[in-house]
C-alpha cells in the first residue's frame, strides 16, 4: 500500500477547524492510532521510522483523514448523492422482483400479455411452430394412481407439441399408459373421474429420447369441488311482459336478477317464465349461458320460457377467469335449489350454452356432473388443442379475435394444463347428465369436429348423449333461415324428456 493521501484539498478555514477537532480527540485517539511508536503530534510530518509498520501514514494525518470523512458524510452534497444511490440500488432491485413476478405470476390479468409477447418472439426468431416429425420417436410410460398410490383404471393422459399436435391415451385396469412421442422435454397432463387434473414433473417436465423408454409416474389428487361463497341479498325486479317475434312469435314474462357475488354486483342476468305461470308452479328450469350479453339474446330465452319453462339467462363477459364465472353460474342455481326464484322447480335444472359459453357449461359438469340433470351444447368448443393446432396449420382462421385468445393462452406444449381445463372432450365421465350435441358442418367459428370428438369421448365411456349435425346452416343454428324451427324442436323434445317426464327430477 503506497502512502494514505488526504481525500481533498482543505481551505485555511478548514485545517484551522481540523486542527481544533483533533486537538479535542488526541487524548482519545493517540494511544490507539500510533500503534508505531511515533511521537504524538498534531503536526507530525517525519517519515515513518525502522520498525514501524509500512504503509501507514502519521497519526495526525490518519484523524485528519478520518474527520474529513465525518464530515463529507454531513456535507448536503455527499448526503443527497448517497440518498441517490440509495434510491437507483433500491428502483434496480424492485425491477428486478417486478421481472420476476411478471415472468412467473398466474395473475390473469399478467399471463395472457406474458403469453402473447413470448408467442411474437419465438415466432421472430424461429418462425411459426410446426408438426412434430413423424420419425423418430420415443416413448413416454409409467403408471397413474391416486395419493395413495392404488392404480386408477380409465385415466387419460395427453402429451401437446408446439403446435397443438397431442398424443394421448387412457390407462388400463392396472393404471398403466403407454405414449409414443417425439423426442424432446414433454409435459405430460392427466386427469380421471374424482380426480383433480394435474401436470407432470418438474418445471423442465420429463426428456424423452429418441428409441428409448422415460417412465412418468403420474398421481392424481382427488377433486374437491370448490368452495363458492353462496349468494347474498337477491333481488328480482317487478315482472314485465315482453315479445319477440324473431325467431318466433312468443310471450313471456321478465324480471331483472341482482344479487351479492361474492362482495361484487353481478353480472346482468334475467329470469324469464311463462306469460300464464303461477308463483305457486313448480317449472322445470333452464340455466341458459350465452355467449354474449343476456340481454341480446331475449328472444332465445322467450320462446323457450312460453314452451313451459323458467330460464335463467346469464351471459358472462369474455375473459380469461372462468372460474369467477363459474362460481357466480352456481350462486344462481343454488338460489334456485334454495326456492328463491318463484314458480321454478330447483331440483329439476338443464343447462344450455352456445359457441364460447358451452365451454362454461362442460366445465360446471366437471365440477360437479349433479348440477343439472340435461345439458344441452350448440356449436361447442371441445378440443382447444386442436383449434390451436388448426390455427397454426392455416386451415382455420376464426373470427372475432380468437386467434388471439388462443396464442394468448400460452404454448400447448409448455402450459397444456390451461388448455385442458377447458377442453370437455377430455373430460367425459359416465356420470354426465344425458347431452345433446348440435352443431352445422359449415361451422366457420367452431370447426364441426369438435362435436364429434366430444361424442366419441361420450360413447366410450358410457355417458348419454345425442348428437345432430346440421347442413347448410351456420355456427348461428338459430338464425333466420339456418334452420331454427328444426334446431328448436329436437332441443324442446329433448329438454321434455329429460326434465318433464316422469323420473327426470334425481340428479343422484
Known amino acids: 500500500m503506497g502512502e494514505y493521501v488526504v481525500a481533498q484539498e482543505t481551505t485555511p478555514l478548514q485545517l484551522e477547524s481540523l486542527d481544533r477537532k483533533i486537538r479535542a480527540a488526541y487524548t482519545f485517539t493517540c494511544n490507539f492510532l500510533n500503534t508505531a511508536s511515533i511521537p504524538c503530534s498534531a503536526k507530525s510530518t517525519k517519515k515513518p521510522k525502522t520498525g514501524r509498520r509500512p504503509g501507514l501514514a502519521p497519526a495526525d494525518v490518519r484523524l485528519r483523514n478520518f474527520v474529513l470523512q465525518f464530515e463529507r458524510c454531513q456535507n448536503p452534497y455527499w448526503t443527497k448523492t448517497v440518498k441517490r444511490?440509495?434510491?437507483?440500488?433500491?428502483?434496480?432491485?424492485?425491477?428486478?422482483?417486478?421481472?420476476?413476478?411478471?415472468?412467473?405470476?398466474?395473475?390473469?390479468?399478467?399471463?395472457?400479455?406474458?403469453?402473447?409477447?413470448?408467442?411474437?418472439?419465438?415466432?421472430?426468431?424461429?418462425?411459426?411452430?410446426?408438426?412434430?416429425?413423424?420419425?423418430?420417436?420415443?416413448?413416454?410410460?409409467?403408471?397413474?394412481?391416486?395419493?395413495?398410490?392404488?392404480?386408477?383404471?380409465?385415466?387419460?393422459v395427453l402429451v401437446a407439441h408446439r403446435d397443438g399436435t397431442?398424443?394421448?391415451?387412457?390407462?388400463?385396469?392396472?393404471?398403466?399408459?403407454r405414449l409414443e412421442v417425439p423426442p424432446g422435454a414433454v409435459r405430460p397432463v392427466a386427469g380421471a373421474p374424482g380426480h383433480r387434473s394435474v401436470q407432470a414433473g418438474n418445471w423442465g417436465g420429463f426428456t424423452v429420447r429418441p428409441g428409448a423408454t422415460t417412465k412418468a409416474n403420474i398421481a392424481l389428487p382427488p377433486l374437491q369441488p370448490p368452495a363458492v361463497t353462496p349468494g347474498t341479498d337477491l333481488r328480482l325486479s317487478a315482472p314485465e311482459t315482453v315479445n319477440c317475434s324473431v325467431p318466433f312469435e312468443s310471450t313471456g314474462v321478465r324480471r331483472v336478477v341482482n344479487f351479492n357475488s361474492g362482495g361484487q354486483p353481478n353480472q346482468p342476468i334475467f329470469y324469464y317464465t311463462p306469460q300464464s305461470a303461477a308463483e305457486s308452479d313448480s317449472l322445470p328450469l333452464l340455466l341458459a349461458i350465452y355467449p354474449g350479453p343476456a340481454d341480446?339474446?331475449?328472444c332465445a330465452s322467450i320462446p323457450l320460457a312460453q314452451a313451459g319453462y323458467a330460464v335463467l339467462s346469464a351471459g358472462p363477459a369474455?375473459?380469461?377467469?372462468?372460474?369467477?364465472?363459474?362460481?357466480?353460474?352456481?350462486?344462481?342455481?343454488?338460489?334456485?335449489?334454495?326456492g328463491n326464484f318463484p314458480g321454478t322447480d330447483g331440483e329439476r335444472v338443464g343447462l344450455l350454452g352456445g359457441s364460447y359459453s358451452t365451454v362454461h357449461v362442460q366445465r360446471?359438469?366437471?365440477?360437479?356432473?349433479?348440477?343439472?340433470?340435461?345439458?344441452?351444447?350448440?356449436?361447442?368448443?371441445?378440443?382447444?388443442?386442436?383449434?390451436?393446432?388448426?390455427?397454426?396449420?392455416?386451415?382455420?382462421?376464426?373470427?372475432?379475435?380468437?386467434?388471439?385468445?388462443?396464442?394468448?393462452?400460452?404454448?400447448?406444449?409448455?402450459?397444456?394444463?390451461?388448455?385442458?381445463?377447458?377442453?370437455?372432450?377430455?373430460?367425459?365421465?359416465?356420470?354426465?347428465?344425458?347431452?345433446?350435441?348440435?352443431?352445422?358442418?359449415?361451422?366457420?367459428?367452431?370447426p364441426y369436429q369438435q362435436s364429434q370428438l366430444l361424442a366419441d369421448n361420450l360413447e366410450e365411456v358410457g355417458a348419454p348423449y345425442e348428437l345432430h349435425f346440421f347442413d347448410g346452416a351456420s355456427h348461428y343454428l338459430m338464425a333466420e333461415g339456418g334452420g331454427a324451427q328444426q334446431v328448436y324442436d329436437i332441443a324442446l323434445e329433448f329438454l321434455a324428456r329429460q326434465l318433464k317426464t316422469k323420473g327426470s327430477t334425481s340428479r343422484e
Open 85 to 156: 444511490n440509495h434510491f437507483i440500488f433500491g428502483g434496480a432491485l424492485l425491477a428486478l422482483l417486478l421481472a420476476g413476478w411478471l415472468l412467473t405470476t398466474d395473475s390473469v390479468w399478467v399471463w395472457p400479455v406474458r403469453n402473447t409477447l413470448q408467442y411474437h418472439l419465438l415466432v421472430w426468431l424461429n418462425g411459426p411452430p410446426t408438426p412434430p416429425n413423424p420419425e423418430p420417436t420415443g416413448v413416454l410410460a409409467g403408471v397413474v394412481t391416486n395419493l395413495e398410490h392404488r392404480p386408477i383404471g380409465g385415466a387419460r
Open 166 to 177: 397431442t398424443f394421448s391415451a387412457r390407462t388400463g385396469p392396472d393404471g398403466q399408459y
Open 296 to 298: 341480446s339474446w331475449e
Open 318 to 338: 369474455y375473459t380469461f377467469d372462468l372460474e369467477s364465472d363459474l362460481d357466480e353460474l352456481e350462486r344462481l342455481l343454488n338460489f334456485a335449489r334454495a
Open 364 to 446: 360446471m359438469l366437471q365440477r360437479n356432473p349433479k348440477n343439472a340433470n340435461a345439458a344441452l351444447l350448440l356449436g361447442p368448443p371441445t378440443d382447444l388443442f386442436d383449434m390451436r393446432r388448426r390455427l397454426e396449420n392455416g386451415s382455420y382462421i376464426p373470427p372475432f379475435g380468437l386467434d388471439k385468445a388462443l396464442v394468448a393462452l400460452g404454448l400447448p406444449d409448455e402450459v397444456p394444463l390451461r388448455y385442458w381445463d377447458y377442453s370437455g372432450a377430455y373430460h367425459a365421465r359416465p356420470d354426465f347428465p344425458p347431452q345433446l350435441i348440435l352443431h352445422s358442418r359449415h361451422d366457420e367459428v367452431v
